[in-house]
């Protein structure tokens, strides 16, 4: 059961991140990350950690794609062109792709040589209660950091934004 | 096994009785506003037009299907799809009751207990907003777009007061999931005063109220907040090229999110299924004394009849509402059903304020409702949640 979920979720996840680069038109795309969005809190939910599931669907797929579409939205960008393909994309594509996956699972092996498969509540520590205290006392200043760097960036889109009407 | 029979059975009750309120919601919804107005409203098919939502729903099914030869198919296809699910998704966790048994087992009136089951709802209605963008947009019209866009603008602001004024309550409950949050909510401070969020102590949650409720207006589209589909300029907004079903999935998807607010502000505000007043001071016998009052009504006008049938039809309603009065007095019956009288009465009266307001303000400009959301509301939700927080740290 569990692995069934697992291959299921993984795979819409992929398909769509496939999906992303291969569609044409930006709604299509953006569509397809709040798919791959949707797919990784549902593997984050079947592992037992529901507050980062939520706050996955919340975050990216319910605020920031929506963002995303909204501005794709305004702009009306049409769907791409495409163009005629360069010779060394051609030919050293689909090797080097299958390169990188062969070292990036040979990293993770190596890395994680003891992990296991997964399970349906495998990991604990993901309650609100346990996010909350691992970001108020563990994590406190990395958080805090992200919240003034957050601030910055609040600020200077008004200043840029300022300029603009002047 | 049991408990997916159990599931499958509640699931099906569920999805019966929403359906049915959704559809005479909108009766409702007629009556009063022509009430107010001073006119009759749907008064030809049925008695008092009860039959109307029925009508409505044949005339919607059998409406020609009209799909535009220039829309973008897919998400044109999509869009109502998305937004009905995400609206009625969302009733899925809500605790109508206390704890029930059925054939020797126990469980709670709701579909899902989930731990997270505010997030959950935040999530969901979130994902929303897609349906709503994605209809104008793949609509491929001018007024469709425009509408499109306004939504996605006011869904998006609107949303973040409405997670704040959230959040106080939830500093009170100490707890995300739904049922304890009701749960908390039980109690009477000096025997009568409900300890409900609205009023429970070291602080009052009436700000929050007001915030998530007017938030909740616009995150809903209703009057005064219905720019995505204002008539005047907009044609329809959003779902103008949309006909038959797939209009109606729309308007189905906006009372389902009507009822998903009212349910919230009840549990997170009003105490869920919590009684008004004690017990002890015959809070169970409200329901049976206001439906002996309508049989008493009933039995009146039969006695005094203004039309020649009224003198069959309305003693027979008397009697019927005179013998659901004698089930109420039940015990067995009353701890079921209480509960659930107490909760949809709150999420009634809550609905009934929303058609009310319809009925009330005209719409809002579209750089007041920007200007309101984030010049006053959203300061006035930080406010609130800083001032509860420093309370609750100071004072349990």
């Known amino acids: 059961m569990d692995v069934i979920l697992f291959l299921a979720f993984a795979a819409i996840a992929v398909v769509c991140a496939v999906n992303v680069v291969v569609q044409t038109h930006p709604i299509s795309s953006a569509l397809s990350l709040v798919g791959v969005m949707g797919a990784l809190a549902m593997l984050y939910l079947s592992l037992g950690a529901e507050f980062i599931a939520m706050a996955q669907v919340i975050v990216y797929a319910g605020a920031i794609m929506v963002l995303f579409i909204f501005v794709i939205m305004l702009l009306n960008a049409g769907a791409e062109v495409k163009r005629g393909k360069s010779l060394a994309a051609q030919l050293l594509g689909v090797p080097v792709f299958f390169g990188l996956l062969s070292l990036l699972s040979f990293a993770v092996l190596r890395l994680f040589p003891h992990a296991a498969t997964v399970h349906l509540g495998g990991f604990t520590g993901g309650s609100a209660r346990d996010v909350g205290h691992a970001l108020f006392t563990r994590y406190l200043l990395p958080f805090e950091v992200t919240s003034l760097l957050i601030l910055i960036a609040i600020i200077g889109a008004v200043v840029l934004a300022m300029k603009e009407m002047d | 096994m049991n408990y997916y029979l159990l599931t499958v059975i509640k699931a099906s009750v569920l999805a019966a009785i929403l359906m049915t309120t959704l559809a005479y919601l909108q009766w409702i919804e007629r009556k009063v506003i022509a009430h107010i107005q001073a006119r009759i409203g749907p008064s030809r098919v049925g008695p008092h037009g009860l039959l109307q939502p029925l009508a409505d729903v044949i005339k919607l099914i059998t409406k020609e299907d009209l799909l535009p030869p220039y829309v973008n198919k897919f998400f044109y296809l999509l869009a109502p799809f998305l937004a009905v699910t995400m609206a009625l998704l969302s ?87 739904l049922r304890e949050i009701v749960q908390a909510q039980g109690g009477f401070y000096f025997g009568i005063l409900p300890r409900w969020h609205i009023f429970q102590g070291p602080m009052p ?192």
Request: proline residues 5%.
């Open chain 2, 205 to 396: 949650q009436f700000f929050s109220f007001v915030i998530f409720l007017i938030a909740g207006f616009a995150e809903t589209n209703r009057v005064p907040f219905d720019l995505p589909e204002a008539e005047t300029e907009l044609v329809a907004g959003f779902h103008t090229e949309y006909s038959s079903m797939k209009f109606a999935a729309f308007f189905m998807a906006e009372y389902a999110n009507m009822i998903t607010v009212a349910s919230m502000t009840t549990i997170l505000f009003l105490g869920g299924w919590m009684p008004l007043f004690p017990v002890g001071l015959g809070s169970n016998y409200v329901a049976s004394a206001l439906l002996a009052f309508a049989g008493a009504i009933c039995l009146y006008h039969g006695l005094h009849p203004a039309r020649r049938l009224d003198r069959i039809t309305l003693p027979v309603f008397a009697v019927l509402f005179f013998g659901l009065a004698a089930v109420l007095l039940i015990p067995a019956v009353v701890s079921i059903f209480m509960p659930v009288f107490w909760f949809c009465a709150k999420t009634g009266f809550l609905l009934f304020v929303f058609i009310w307001i319809r009925g009330t303000l005209p719409r809002f400009r579209y750089d007041q409702l920007m200007n309101f959301a984030w010049k006053f509301l959203f300061p006035a939700a930080v406010l609130n949640l800083l001032v509860t927080g420093l309370m609750v740290a100071l004072f349990s």
């Open chain 2, 91 to 177: 009733i899925s966790v809500i605790p109508f009751g206390g704890e029930v048994e059925i054939g020797g087992q126990t469980t709670w009136m709701q579909m899902a207990d989930l731990n997270i089951g505010v997030l959950f709802i935040l999530a969901v209605s979130s994902l929303g907003v897609y349906g709503i963008a994605l209809a104008g947009w793949a609509s491929n019209n001018k007024y469709s777009l425009l509408g499109g866009l306004r939504s996605s603008a006011q869904l998006i602001s609107y949303e973040l007061p409405l997670s704040l004024a959230v959040a106080a309550p939830l500093l009170l409950a100490n707890t995300l999931s």
